[in-house]
């Protein structure tokens, strides 16, 4: 059984900040290919980032040059780091290795952005 436990979300306006974390009980963590989720309301899941285990990054065009995403393995946890918030940002956001879907999904972390 893998629990991934999100955090970090909240309320805050556009042009804000907000970091997410995950930490997911997986034994070998540090070689897991993990991504972050974005699920507006009322749309489907989709990829913002993912980080392989030695650190490289993909993002979704969406969030180029606004989100970073960052591990500590140590800590087996994944960050996402979200600068300038736009509207369309509001959402649950949803940690799990990418290639999972045998895995259920955790609660995720609600990200609100007010204008």
């Known amino acids: 059984q893998v629990d991934l436990v999100e955090s970090g979300g909240g309320l805050v306006q556009a042009g804000g900040s907000l970091t997410l974390s995950c930490t997911a009980s997986?034994?070998?963590?540090?070689?897991?290919?993990m991504g972050w989720y974005h699920q507006a309301p009322g749309s489907q899941r989709e990829t913002v980032a993912s980080i392989t285990g030695i650190g490289s990054t993909n993002y979704a065009d969406s969030v180029k040059g606004r989100f970073t995403i960052s591990r500590n393995n140590e800590k087996k946890t994944v960050y996402l780091q979200m600068n300038n918030l736009k509207l369309e940002d509001t959402g649950t956001y949803y940690c799990?290795?990418?290639?999972?879907?045998?895995?259920?999904w955790g609660q995720g972390t609600q990200v609100t952005v007010s204008s």
């Open positions: 799990k290795p990418v290639g999972s879907s045998h895995l259920n």
């Open positions: 997986i034994t070998g963590f540090r070689y897991t290919f």
